[in-house]
């Protein structure tokens, strides 16, 4: 166990662009490892349905270019977890690739560990047959429907196969990972260099998202694990960590302020210190870890129609003041027309509560003006325009009570009117799953490249 281990993270979501010059100082403080995520699910599911990624080809070779180069410079092992955003096979076959084209550029020769975390759907079935899968939140039950109507379903992978393939790889050089929980590779190095599993959790918890946790908010950040505690510094001078933004993103993206679960286990934040060292750095301590059965995190999502929209702008004071029932009404004439084809009709008033939908709590506000999207899905692309059309010429000309103006109800900023956004894909598969062992579902590959 080394006196300290120190991660170094230059952003929170590969792809998003990092300045150098603050990278490069993180290099100068000798860091161990470099890890950076790729993945999220906070951009949808069309990732996983399409097989798109979050960021471009040429975002994602250029950072990993940079984070090679550097790897290699420093002898340091470099960890790129949920390849293309959603961690299928096929990006993590894609991130490989582009390893492979950037050592052949720079004539570089490294051990590259490839780890895949697609568990099958026939796997997925028996252990739905067993009762061994839970909704994870508040989704419907899982059924055979969902498994089969999934284009690709992934599962967020643990420690444990980062742990295998350094202990049986131990001059691993690169490893790219398919889904992985977003704190996994920043624990699973401090675990593997024999830091309590509770400061790695946490650490890893916090630095995933970069230096998000400072204030402002930056990009790079480097964490150092002790013994009995860990310390957080963003490396761009011009930010620093206090006890209360480190506190504060601590509960970031959480269900409960203490309890935090993940693949095999619960982190226990209720007994944590945050003390502040210097002007920019806070030191975490009292984290504890839990061990419980061990789940992971299933995602799949499936393609549910075509969308279109049409953006209007509203300023008429009178119809503001009636807007619900308005468009309730206007839902009704176009849903009713379109029933038998299988038509959604939603819309969003930005302005009134268009953000918090049902929960905005300001409720009596009266806005100046609103802007209303009408939003339509339905089986193809030409019910669905049709739909957004007819619920446009309605807003536009139906009567209102103490209506002045006749010229038109809404204000039209886009043409074509209804503008058609693709296909529309929806989670139907977000659930937990048992396993027999924690490696069984994320089979591995090593290259000599």
């Given at each position: 166990?080394?006196?300290?281990?120190?991660?170094?993270?230059?952003?929170?979501m590969?792809?998003?662009?990092f300045p150098?010059?603050?990278?490069?100082?993180?290099?100068?403080?000798e860091?161990?490892?470099?890890t950076?995520?790729?993945?999220?699910?906070?951009?949808?599911?069309?990732?996983?349905?399409?097989?798109?990624?979050?960021?471009?080809y040429e975002?994602?070779?250029?950072?990993?270019?940079?984070?090679?180069l550097a790897?290699?410079?420093?002898?340091?092992p470099?960890f790129?977890?949920?390849a293309g955003g959603?961690?299928?096979?096929?990006?993590?076959d894609?991130?490989?690739?582009?390893?492979?084209?950037?050592c052949?550029?720079?004539?570089?020769?490294?051990?590259?560990g490839?780890?895949y975390?697609?568990?099958?759907?026939?796997?997925?079935?028996?252990r739905l047959?067993?009762?061994?899968?839970?909704?994870?939140g508040?989704?419907?039950?899982?059924t055979?429907?969902?498994?089969?109507?999934?284009?690709?379903?992934?599962?967020?992978?643990?420690?444990?196969p980062?742990?295998?393939m350094l202990d049986?790889?131990?001059?691993i050089d690169?490893?790219?990972s398919?889904?992985?929980?977003?704190?996994?590779?920043?624990?699973?190095f401090?675990?593997?260099?024999?830091?309590?599993p509770a400061l790695?959790w946490?650490?890893?918890?916090?630095?995933?998202?970069?230096?998000l946790?400072?204030?402002?908010a930056?990009?790079?950040i480097?964490?150092?694990?002790?013994?009995?505690s860990?310390?957080?510094?963003?490396?761009?001078?011009k930010?620093?960590?206090?006890?209360?933004?480190v506190?504060a993103?601590?509960m970031?993206?959480?269900?409960h302020?203490?309890?935090?679960?993940g693949p095999?286990?619960r982190?226990?934040?209720?007994?944590?210190?945050f003390?502040?060292v210097?002007?920019?750095?806070?030191?975490?301590s009292?984290s504890?870890?839990?061990p419980?059965?061990?789940?992971?995190?299933?995602?799949?999502?499936k393609?549910?129609?075509?969308?279109?929209?049409?953006?209007?702008?509203?300023r008429?004071?009178i119809?503001?003041?009636?807007i619900?029932?308005?468009?309730?009404?206007?839902k009704?004439?176009?849903?009713?027309?379109y029933?038998?084809?299988?038509?959604?009709?939603?819309f969003?008033?930005?302005?009134?509560?268009g953000?918090?939908g049902?929960?905005?709590?300001?409720?009596?506000?009266?806005?100046l003006?609103l802007c209303?999207?009408?939003?339509?899905v339905?089986?193809?692309?030409?019910?669905?325009?049709?739909?957004?059309?007819?619920?446009?010429?309605?807003?536009?000309?139906?009567?209102y009570?103490g209506?002045i103006?006749t010229a038109?109800?809404?204000?039209?900023?886009?043409?074509?009117?209804?503008?058609?956004?693709?296909?529309v894909?929806?989670?139907?598969?977000?659930?937990?799953?048992?396993?027999?062992?924690?490696c069984?579902?994320?089979p591995?590959?090593?290259?000599?490249?």
């Amino acid at each position: 166990m080394k006196r300290e281990l120190r991660i170094l993270t230059p952003l929170g979501m590969l792809g998003y662009g990092f300045p150098i010059q603050w990278f490069e100082k993180g290099l100068e403080m000798e860091p161990h490892a470099i890890t950076v995520d790729a993945g999220s699910t906070d951009s949808g599911p069309q990732k996983l349905a399409l097989g798109l990624m979050t960021c471009s080809y040429e975002a994602y070779y250029e950072e990993i270019e940079i984070l090679l180069l550097a790897g290699q410079r420093k002898h340091i092992p470099v960890f790129i977890s949920s390849a293309g955003g959603d961690g299928s096979n096929i990006h993590v076959d894609l991130f490989v690739q582009i390893v492979e084209d950037i050592c052949a550029k720079h004539d570089l020769h490294l051990k590259l560990g490839v780890i895949y975390s697609e568990p099958g759907k026939d796997l997925i079935r028996e252990r739905l047959k067993e009762g061994r899968i839970s909704p994870c939140g508040p989704v419907p039950q899982l059924t055979e429907e969902d498994i089969n109507d999934a284009t690709v379903i992934v599962a967020q992978m643990g420690v444990e196969p980062y742990l295998k393939m350094l202990d049986e790889h131990p001059d691993i050089d690169v490893i790219i990972s398919g889904r992985t929980y977003d704190p996994v590779p920043i624990a699973a190095f401090g675990i593997k260099n024999g830091y309590d599993p509770a400061l790695c959790w946490h650490m890893g918890k916090i630095m995933e998202c970069g230096a998000l946790c400072a204030t402002p908010a930056g990009k790079s950040i480097l964490g150092t694990l002790t013994e009995d505690s860990f310390t957080l510094e963003p490396l761009n001078p011009k930010e620093r960590c206090t006890p209360y933004s480190v506190a504060a993103h601590t509960m970031y993206e959480k269900s409960h302020p203490y309890y935090l679960p993940g693949p095999g286990g619960r982190l226990d934040l209720s007994g944590c210190s945050f003390e502040q060292v210097n002007d920019r750095v806070v030191r975490v301590s009292g984290s504890r870890f839990e061990p419980t059965t061990y789940t992971v995190k299933l995602e799949g999502s499936k393609v549910a129609g075509e969308r279109a929209i049409c953006v209007g702008g509203i300023r008429d004071p009178i119809l503001i003041s009636q807007i619900d029932p308005f468009l309730d009404k206007v839902k009704k004439d176009v849903l009713e027309e379109y029933a038998e084809m299988g038509g959604v009709l939603l819309f969003h008033i930005y302005g009134k509560n268009g953000v918090m939908g049902v929960l905005e709590p300001n409720k009596d506000h009266v806005p100046l003006e609103l802007c209303v999207i009408i939003e339509t899905v339905a089986p193809t692309e030409k019910i669905a325009i049709n739909m957004c059309n007819r619920a446009r010429v309605n807003m536009l000309h139906y009567d209102y009570e103490g209506r002045i103006a006749t010229a038109g109800n809404i204000a039209l900023p886009f043409t074509p009117l209804e503008i058609p956004l693709g296909k529309v894909c929806e989670f139907n598969v977000y659930h937990t799953m048992e396993l027999n062992d924690s490696c069984e579902v994320f089979p591995m590959k090593v290259l000599e490249i």
